[in-house]
């Protein structure tokens, strides 16, 4: 029965070792996964802050771009302003000298009319 007590210890040991050797090799195991997936989170968030970084670039782009065509556009908007305000000057300009025109026209006319009335007159 000493036998069987040594034998069932033995037993016992060998088994307890094997359970301890699994343990050691789960852990190893769960480290290098635990290893690994830290690896590709920081890989990921590399990636991340590079993906916010491009995006933060192309948002200040857009936002420059977004003033230089404000820019032009109120500048365009004066030249429109001052190129009304010319364009009313000289249509103010020419109604003047349309009118004067049109007086010199009808003093014309009317010294054309006094001049045939004087010529049927004398004829």
């Known amino acids: 029965m000493k036998y069987q007590i040594a034998m069932i210890e033995i ?22 996964f635990q290893a690994l997936f830290a690896k590709e989170q920081q890989i990921h968030l590399e990636r991340l802050k590079a993906k916010e970084a491009e995006n933060d670039d192309l948002k200040k782009k ?32 020419n109604k003047a000298i349309m009118l004067n025109l049109r007086r010199k026209l009808l003093e014309t006319d009317e010294i054309r009319r006094k001049l045939t009335k004087n010529k049927h007159m004398e004829g």
Do not use: P
């Open 62 to 93: 857009e936002l420059e771009n977004y003033e230089q065509q404000l820019h032009k556009f109120i500048a365009v908007e004066e030249e429109c302003k001052t190129i009304e305000s010319k364009c009313n000057v000289l249509k103010k300009r």
């Open 11 to 32: 037993c016992n040991a060998s088994e307890k070792c094997k359970v301890q050797q699994q343990i050691e090799n789960l852990r190893g195991h769960t480290e290098g």
